[in-house]
């Protein structure tokens, strides 16, 4: 099988769930990958960037960040670009990540809709008529999709509106990275290793100063997305900014973590429209608790394996409680969880939903 991944997402960035998406197709299958176009006279490169996964990217007049953002636009560009996917791809099966994308219709016979994301509020964005584009434009790509997977049961429930043949799919986790060494009990005399890894933009700098009173305490921030709002972090002691990490970099780190931490702001994001993050899975994946701000979309997963907190004393509090709460067997659950919850087991589903419908 060919499959084509459309999304607005650059190939090489920090990997979410369409790139690992991609790669776990590609053990099997050829996949093109199609990005956020950038700037430039039109026209196409096509280069490999792993085995069995192809770049199809594309320059064109406005950026992709922007032209999302102009109806008009992006309908002259989407008819552009599917045109000429259309001619080296026609006979592709297509999974669509891009919510305004429904002219994909009009030159792919087999679309799948993977909704992650929630563009159905017309409070979406600061601009009132672009919030209406985009929720009529996820509308129609849910309706006309063969079918649609919900990354929650929110999005799931939404897309049900639209399209009868929709089902929930979790995102996954990549690999599992645990070993029966890693888990240590550390004496209250040595310093607990907390880390974050995700985009900064995001991280609930208040929650974060409140914590770092414990001296006890190494936070380790690892991520892009350094913004003013992170610079007073940077003047505290045991608040280690390390900017992104990637490889054994990255996993060395999260080896040693005690208690990994996803502290968001509150807002309409993480009430509605925030899911199984994959931090949540990277974390797991090594056998670590996790201590979060509330999320109403996770997946019924123990307490033991995320402690929610309702403000920056109860965080402090479950930190401790993560930490001290932490044993071999509970380890053991996480990765048995994980284990039934990796990219493979979702791509198996996802195929099976396209041979159920595709075939029928």
């Not at 929930?168 to 060494?181: E, P």
């Not at 003013?228 to 002691?237: F, K, P, S, V, Y």
């Not at 702001?265 to 608790?289: A, C, H, I, R």
Request: contains cysteine; positive net charge; glycine residues 4%.
């Amino acid at each position: 099988m060919n499959i084509l991944i459309n999304t607005r997402t650059n190939w090489n960035e920090p990997p979410r769930a369409r790139h690992q998406l991609t790669r776990e197709l590609a053990k099997n299958h050829h996949v093109i990958f199609v990005p956020l176009n950038k700037t430039g006279k039109p026209g196409i490169s096509i280069t490999i960037q792993e085995r069995n996964i192809s770049v199809f990217s594309a320059t064109w007049y406005i950026h992709g960040k922007f032209n999302i953002r102009l109806p008009i636009i992006n309908e002259i560009y989407q008819n552009w670009l599917y045109k000429k996917l259309k001619l080296k791809y026609h006979d592709h099966v297509v999974i669509n990540f891009d919510p305004t994308a429904s002219l994909l219709h009009k030159y792919f016979k087999k679309v799948i809709y993977f909704c992650n994301d929630n563009f159905l509020s017309t409070k979406r964005s600061k601009s009132f008529l672009v919030s209406l584009y985009w929720a009529y434009k996820q509308k129609k790509v849910a309706q006309k999709a063969l079918f649609c997977t919900g990354a929650s049961k929110y999005l799931h429930k939404y897309l049900l509106r639209y399209n009868k043949n929709s089902h929930l799919l979790l995102t996954g986790a990549s690999m599992v990275h645990y070993r029966d060494s890693n888990f240590k009990i550390v004496n209250k005399n040595k310093k607990v290793n907390i880390v974050y890894v995700g985009w900064l933009t995001k991280l609930n700098v208040e929650w974060i100063k409140y914590i770092s009173i414990n001296k006890n305490y190494n936070i380790y921030l690892i991520g892009p997305g350094l913004n003013t709002t992170i610079n007073c972090l940077d003047r505290i002691d045991n608040v280690i900014i390390t900017g992104e990490l990637v490889g054994d970099d990255l996993k060395k780190i999260i080896m040693e973590a005690n208690v990994c931490i996803a502290p968001y702001y509150q807002d309409k994001d993480t009430e509605e429209n925030y899911v199984m993050t994959n931090k949540f899975w990277l974390y797991l994946s090594f056998g670590k608790p996790i201590v979060t701000c509330p999320i109403n979309n996770l997946p019924d997963l123990p307490r033991e394996f995320v402690y929610q907190s309702k403000n920056k004393i109860e965080f402090l509090t479950n930190i401790g409680k993560a930490f001290s709460e932490d044993s071999p067997s509970i380890i053991e659950q996480r990765i048995k969880y994980i284990k039934q919850n990796t990219w493979d087991n979702r791509v198996e589903e996802l195929l099976g939903l396209y041979k159920k419908y595709a075939f029928s």
